[in-house]
């Protein structure tokens, strides 16, 4: 459902929501399963919306700019998706309206629209817990 990017920015995300001091890029890239390179570029991103802050050079890294209850996961995912997330044809129509719908077109609004209720419902915190929860099992 998410891009390659809106995957890597939320593993990368619960990882930093889990630690106070700053974690190396190479770190981060390896405990989120990520090319380093993409996920710079994923980060840079985040840190331009205020969600992450990085610093260079020996002893750099990143961490979360602001707390983790303070971030929606709307705003980890609507940056990198992009303003027209889920907008489009389920069935890859190029005119799905209200006026010429595809089959599908009125199930998927519902859904997109709690789907994007959901985002702004839930922060980083309780993604990181629910996390922690699910590992219990």
């Known amino acids: 459902m998410f891009h390659t990017e809106t995957k890597q ?3 990368a995300m619960t990882i930093l929501a889990g630690r106070r001091e700053v974690i190396s890029l190479g770190e981060l890239a390896k ?3 990520s090319p380093a390179p993409a996920l710079a570029r994923v980060l840079a991103r985040l840190g331009r ?6 610093r260079r ?3 750099g890294g990143y961490r ?3 707390p983790a209850n303070e971030i929606a996961l709307r705003d980890i995912v609507l940056p990198i998706e992009g303003a027209r997330f889920g907008r489009g044809c389920l ?3 190029l005119r799905c309206t209200e006026a010429r719908p595809c089959p599908l077109h009125g ?3 519902v859904a997109r629209s709690g789907i994007l209720e959901l985002l ?3 922060s980083l915190a309780d993604l990181v817990a629910g996390s922690r929860r699910g590992s219990r099992r």
Not at 49 to 54: E, N, Q, Y
Request: aromatic share 8%; glycine share 18%; charged share 20%.
């Open 64 to 66: 979360l700019a602001r």
């Open 31 to 33: 405990r989120s399963t």
């Open 57 to 59: 050079g020996p002893g």
């Open 9 to 11: 920015a939320l593993r």
């Open 107 to 109: 199930t998927w609004a």
């Open 91 to 93: 069935f890859g129509r």
């Open 49 to 54: 919306r205020g969600l992450v802050s990085g």
């Open 120 to 122: 702004a419902q839930r």
